[in-house]
């Protein structure tokens, strides 16, 4: 008896300097975060209960609508793009794989995952410039007439999912490359020997295999779309008028600029609650089976 | 030369153009950089600067605290990354080489807290930190970072990978689950804690969102929170912004040049179950 309480408190132990910081940073805040969210917050630490009306507020502000629509959109450009480029770099250096240069040409496409949110939003700023913008300037040499990303409602958007995708797609690309090795060379001998075309080998034994891949990439491409905040501050700081602000802009400025915790603390917790639901759907919607 | 010879060639050829293409943004910056203003607004821009000039990463460097933002950086990226080592790896020895009943329902509670994000948090933090007396100091940035899934996960799933025998010829040999952890595991888990090391470090340094809730004073601003405090102040000012930016690039590509292979296994092992 002795020896299996030993046991317990020795496993317990192991764990607990890690449950504490999960439990108090991680876990706590999102109680914490609905408890806030039930109040009014006064400046000056005064609190008044007010149930849902947080929420309330929330689902009447056209504000919030436009926030949460933006980051949908945003959300909907951008996941593809990462995803897909990083499949399609992935093919690329798995295909050019028993050739040294493939290695740096991975590394390029990988390097710009280093580099901090700040750093992206400013080249792409810089990039996208209306009037200096290198990419603006080589399409108009092109014969081509670009719309002002940045300064135009409709391209605003697009365009920090642009530059989010260039940012972010070369660590997908690690993650399918990885998966692609994993795929034994069988069974692609298998298939060629049975007369399979390369898109057929493509559709028949890459993509199924990559399923899980897959699913990791988009939950956690999922995630990141719809904390976007970085990106669109430095790029257009939610510009122009309110066209690209998003949810984690809309809490931010609530909290910290209008004083709202409140209402902030609600952002955090319909944040909380799309992200909880899209990666239900899509574990379910891709089937997934656990691994662990 | 047939089709199959030409075919990987050609294929090399369009991957090598197009991943030229994906660092030319990288090479625009510290080239933007090192121009004097006339030359970065000059049409036909110029790829190559005619006139090198090191006035804007002066500027930097005399007006603005960007050696301290450096430290802060390292400060925080590292204190981060020590601390989620230290927890994760008992952590994960106890969900992996040891045997208890429930074992697997904690280590999925835990696991599915990947679904909570920083960002996500930040009020409740904003508050907790501020209860604490711990906002615009580093335990307030690095602190929410440490208790993070990936350390746990990430171990776990190579530890699951050692033999279980080792173990056992070290229990024989009157060995407790300290000194297993510390003689057997952990030497042969260096790829792993590297991955972890390399993920930690890199979340850490990059981090935005929260640091730049958490930090209130310029001379406490890491890197990425300096970056943007220098847009506010020279706005469409491209020389200055991009000297600011490619120094506090320079160091990760440094790094990456010297550690690229190490680098990208690492991160490789994060993504890849």
């Known amino acids: 008896m002795r020896r299996r309480y030993g046991r317990i408190v020795e496993i317990a132990l192991f764990i607990l300097p890690f449950a504490a910081f999960w439990i108090l940073f991680r876990l706590g805040p999102v109680l914490y975060g609905f408890f806030i969210s039930l109040y009014r917050w006064d400046p000056l630490g005064d609190a008044k209960f007010i149930g849902a009306r947080n929420y ?26 990462i995803v897909g480029i990083g499949l399609v770099l992935a093919l690329f250096i798995f295909a050019g794989r028993k050739r040294r240069v493939t290695t740096w040409l991975e590394a390029g496409f990988f390097f710009p995952y280093l580099l901090t949110v700040s750093v992206v939003g400013l080249i792409w700023r810089w990039l996208l410039d209306p009037d200096f913008g290198v990419v603006l300037i080589t399409l108009r040499d092109m014969g081509i007439d670009p719309p002002v990303f940045l300064n135009e409602p409709r ?21 399918f490359r990885a998966a692609l090795e ?42 990141s779309g719809f904390i976007v905040f970085g990106q669109v501050l ?59 | 030369m047939t089709a199959a010879r030409l075919g990987p060639r050609l294929l090399v050829a369009v991957v090598a153009a197009l991943a030229l293409l994906w660092v030319a943004p990288i090479a625009w910056m510290f080239t933007t950089g090192i121009k004097p203003a006339p030359e970065i607004f000059a049409l036909p821009p110029t790829w190559i600067p005619q006139r090198p000039t090191l006035d804007h990463v002066h500027e ?13 950086s390292v400060v925080v990226a590292g204190a981060t990354t020590v601390l989620s080592v230290l927890v994760s790896v008992p952590a994960a020895y106890a969900f992996s080489r040891l045997r208890w009943r429930g074992r697997d329902a904690i280590f999925l509670v835990f696991l599915s807290s990947m679904l909570i994000p920083l ?38 799933q190579f530890y699951i990978n050692i033999p279980g025998e080792l173990d056992d010829a070290a229990r024989v040999d009157g060995c407790g689950n300290l000194r297993i952890l510390w003689h057997v595991i952990l030497p042969l888990s260096r790829p792993a804690l590297a991955a972890l090391v390399i993920y930690m470090f890199t979340f850490a340094w990059n981090e935005f969102f929260w640091s730049m809730i958490a930090l209130s004073s310029p001379q406490m601003f890491t890197l990425p929170i300096g ?20 120094l506090a690039v320079l160091p990760t590509l440094m790094l990456f040049l010297f550690l690229r292979g190490s680098i990208i296994r690492g991160i490789t092992m994060t993504a890849h179950k």
Do not use: C, K
Not at chain 1, 60 to 68: E, G, Q, S, V, Y
Not at chain 1, 190 to 212: N, Q, T
Not at chain 2, 125 to 152: D, E, Q, S
């Open chain 2, 119 to 156: 960002e996500v948090n930040v009020i409740p933090l904003y508050f907790l930190m501020n209860r604490l007396h711990l906002l615009n100091t580093y335990p307030a940035v690095f602190l929410p970072m440490i208790g993070m899934p990936i350390g746990i996960f990430l171990l776990r």
């Open chain 2, 227 to 246: 970056l943007r405090a220098l847009q506010g102040a020279y706005d469409i000012d491209y020389g200055v912004l991009m000297a600011g930016a490619a």
């Open chain 2, 60 to 72: 930097v460097l005399s007006r603005w605290p960007f050696l301290r933002w450096a430290l802060n």
């Open chain 1, 182 to 223: 994993d795929i034994p060379d069988e069974f692609y001998e298998a298939a060629r020997i049975d007369g399979a075309s390369g898109a057929r080998i493509f559709f028949s034994i890459v993509v199924p295999l990559l399923r899980p891949a897959i699913l990791f990439a988009l939950v956690l491409t999922t995630i």
């Open chain 1, 155 to 175: 391209w605003a958007i697009p365009a920090i999912a642009l530059a989010t995708a260039w940012w972010l797609a070369g660590y997908r690309m690690l993650l």
């Open chain 1, 234 to 292: 430095i790029m257009t700081a939610g510009g122009p008028g309110r066209a690209s602000e998003v949810l984690a802009m809309y809490l931010y400025r609530f909290g910290f600029e209008y004083l709202e915790m409140g209402q902030a603390a609600a952002v955090g917790m319909v944040l909380f609650l799309i992200i909880l639901g899209l990666t239900l759907v899509s574990f379910r919607w891709l089937g997934y089976e656990s691994s662990l």
């Open chain 1, 56 to 81: 309330l507020n929330l689902a009447r502000d056209p504000r919030f609508w436009n926030a949460l629509v933006n980051t949908l959109e945003f959300a909907a450009i951008a996941i593809p793009l």
